[in-house]
């Protein structure tokens, strides 16, 4: 996550914790070639 947007949120982030994220996932190609997949967040809550 980066941006001004998450900010409040990756402040707060701590390993194990539950998060609820809405987005979408489309594949990313490297300079070599390789792809990923990548997780376009556009909305994430914390979770108690």
């Known amino acids: 996550m980066s941006g001004q947007h998450f900010e409040c949120i990756t ?16 594949t990313q190609q490297n ?5 990923r997949l990548v997780l376009h967040a556009e909305n994430v809550e914390l979770k108690s």
């Not at 402040?11 to 998060?19: P, R, S, Y």
């Open 31 to 35: 300079r070599n070639g390789q792809s």
């Open 11 to 26: 402040d707060k982030l701590q390993a194990g914790m539950e998060i609820q994220v809405q987005g979408f996932l489309s």
